[in-house]
């Protein structure tokens, strides 16, 4: 598994590096411009990444922008949604407006607050099909 973590919060993005890495290539962008930056080069190289965990709040770029510019990536290459990136974003705020806008103007698969519960991150990728039901 292919995975880009885009978090400005040096706490929450040592996390999800940490608790991600046992299952697969992660790298780590701080900010929404870094984000869709190495979204491009990844497809670029032809090595694009399944799982993308995108913070809502961020500088230069917000997590939002940053996703509509990746899906609009994907969808100029053709994909599917099935053959999509994973996004789940990831937010301080549990705002209905961030969620809204997260899910159906972005196009983001899952959502979640924080602190991340890695339980229920763990749970998202066995159901996404990126590990497999019984751990790696």
Do not use: W
């Not at 190495?38 to 939002?64: H, N, S």
């Not at 899910?103 to 590990?131: A, H, M, N, R, V």
């Amino acid at each position: 598994m292919r995975v880009l973590i885009a978090e400005d919060d040096f706490t929450s993005r040592t996390l999800l590096q940490h608790f991600l890495s046992p299952y697969g290539d992660c790298d780590v962008t701080v900010n929404g411009m870094e984000a869709v930056e190495a979204f491009m080069l990844a497809v670029d190289e032809g090595q694009r990444y399944d799982l993308i965990c995108l913070d809502i709040m961020m500088p230069e770029l917000d997590g939002i922008k940053a996703l509509k510019a990746i899906r609009e990536k994907e969808r100029s290459m053709g994909l599917s949604q099935k053959n999509e990136a994973k996004v789940v974003m990831t937010t301080a705020l549990d705002s209905p407006k961030d969620v809204i806008e997260a899910y159906y103007k972005g196009g983001c698969t899952d959502y979640l607050t924080k602190p991340i519960d890695t339980q229920k991150l763990l749970e998202l990728l066995k159901g996404y099909g990126l590990i497999e039901k019984t751990g790696k």
